[in-house]
């Protein structure tokens, strides 16, 4: 399978604790998005990155949530001192360069469920 | 606020029926509207995308149909199968934004009776 591959696919935690995920994103892609949904909604944009840089950043992003891309390859969101307002699916997704195209369509992984009690 | 509004918020069909779901969005500032597909447990995945240009789109039995005037698409699913029950997001995107940072509406839950 060479699709986005999330890690872990669930979590849960107790309300203070501290969270970390992983996302690898399809090998060539080096565009990659965190975005999180909330049952029933759509998801919500929180941050991209283009290789290692990460340009965009959602205010949606507390200073309690902090991601990184360290060699441009996977990426990790942390969520520190957690709240149950975090109870979400946390998904990622990455994409080609628009390059000559218009779009690069977004590919999603299965996401990270997270459970704060 | 919600720049992208999607309704119904469900939807039931008989098998071979037309499903028709419709989004408007406020902010003229968009240049691709895309639909996504997500069945339970998965994430969303894109079924088909339409820029502001063009005012229909067709792939296989999926339709997007775009009124610029009136800050309007909808997705129409033909030949209605118990295979489409899922849920279906629209969304777009800022124009002049060279990455996919989209705004989602809320959401659809289809059922497809057989």
């Known amino acids: 399978d ?4 999330q890690d872990p696919r669930h979590k849960i935690t107790k309300r203070g604790q501290n969270v970390t995920f992983r996302c690898d994103p399809i090998s060539e892609h080096n565009r990659l998005y965190w975005y999180r949904q909330t049952l029933g909604q759509g998801p919500e944009f929180l941050t ?20 990184e891309r360290p060699k441009g390859s996977f990426s990790t969101l942390e ?5 149950q307002g975090d109870s979400a699916m946390y998904l990622c997704a990455s994409s080609l360069p628009v390059g000559g195209g218009y779009n690069s369509p977004l590919h999603f992984g299965n996401g990270t469920r997270l459970t704060v009690t | 606020q919600q720049q992208v509004k999607q309704s119904p918020q469900s939807l039931i069909v008989q098998k071979g029926g037309i499903s028709i779901i419709n989004c408007a969005y ?5 240049d691709y509207f895309p639909w996504y597909q997500q069945f339970p447990g998965k994430g969303p995945a894109l079924l088909i995308a339409i820029r502001p240009d063009v005012s229909e789109k067709k792939e296989g039995r999926f339709t997007i149909s775009f009124n610029k005037s009136a800050k309007q698409f909808s997705l129409h ?15 777009a995107k800022r124009v002049n934004t060279g990455f996919q940072k989209l705004v989602f509406g809320t959401g659809t839950r289809l059922l497809v009776s057989p």
């Open chain 1, 48 to 67: 991209y990155f283009q290789n290692e840089a990460q340009l965009e950043k959602s205010r949606l992003l507390s200073d309690r949530f902090s991601a």
């Open chain 1, 2 to 5: 060479t699709g986005v591959s």
């Open chain 1, 79 to 83: 969520i520190q001192r957690t709240e």
């Open chain 2, 77 to 91: 699913i033909m030949d209605s199968q118990p295979g489409d029950s899922a849920t279906y997001f629209c969304a």
């Open chain 2, 26 to 30: 406020e902010n003229t500032a968009f």
